[in-house]
């Protein structure tokens, strides 16, 4: 176990015989098979856990303000290569496979969800574009004109400007209530949702795969103990 990889511990063996043809002939074959296991606490603090603490620091920009694009798009970048980082350093330190390893799984999925986070900047500036003339801002700016000018004149406000104040409050009303009744109006407020959403439910999945999924030893193996694994 001391001249192994730290990383694998060794589990048991198990010996079997083998009658296989060599030349015409009978031969048999001792076939001695190794069962080991790869500790996974080395790699939930250095992979796992700084790959989930990126992850939430990319949600960031989704309580950010829409016209602090600049800000939103440098921290985006800058988390997106910061897992990227991370992902080069956990593939030179682990062995070359012809096939999908786990925590590359993992990592790559975290990636996407980084990138994702810095596309749905593209879409906030966008909706911030495009964003209704009758929004907060234009509303409390015509609101606080109309009570200046109330207060400024000293004859009573006509019915039409008291119609237009009455509309302003019902179109303020109605955006409330689209905005918070079950879904949210704003690109980010969704986000808000879907992203801890659905990295939360594929945290469940992966888990229950992998914990779900591994082999079951066989009875006749010979299990070694810990002091025996060392010598």
Not at 125 to 130: D, L, S, V
Not at 161 to 175: A, F, G, R, W
Request: glycine fraction near 4%; proline fraction near 5%; hydrophobic fraction near 45%.
């Amino acid at each position: 176990q001391d001249k192994m990889m730290p990383e694998l511990r060794i589990l048991g063996y198990r010996l079997s015989v083998l009658e296989n043809l060599s030349c015409g002939l009978e031969v048999s074959q001792l076939c001695a098979t190794f069962y080991m296991e790869r500790p996974i606490g080395h790699f939930i603090f250095d992979l796992y856990l700084p790959a989930i603490c990126i992850v939430f620091m990319s949600w960031i920009n989704f309580w950010l303000s829409r016209d602090a694009g600049p800000e939103r798009v440098g921290l985006g970048m800058t988390i997106v290569l910061t897992l990227t980082t991370l992902m080069a350093n956990a593939n030179a330190n682990l062995p070359k496979t012809s096939y999908p390893k786990a925590i590359g799984v993992y990592l790559s999925v975290c990636f996407i969800f980084t990138f994702a986070g810095l596309v749905e900047n593209l879409f906030a500036a966008m909706e911030k574009k495009k964003e209704n003339p009758f929004s907060k801002k234009w509303k409390t700016k015509k609101m606080s004109t109309f009570s200046g000018l109330s207060n400024s004149m000293p004859f009573p406000i006509e019915e039409e400007n008291t119609e237009i104040v009455d509309k302003l409050q019902s179109i303020e009303n109605i955006e409330e209530t689209k905005e918070f009744f079950l879904w949210p109006a704003s690109i980010d407020k969704k986000s808000r949702i879907i992203f801890p959403f659905t990295f939360f439910l594929f945290n469940i999945l992966y888990w229950a795969y992998c914990l779900s999924d591994l082999e079951s030893l066989p009875q006749d193996m010979v299990r070694l103990r810990r002091a025996e694994a060392t010598i």
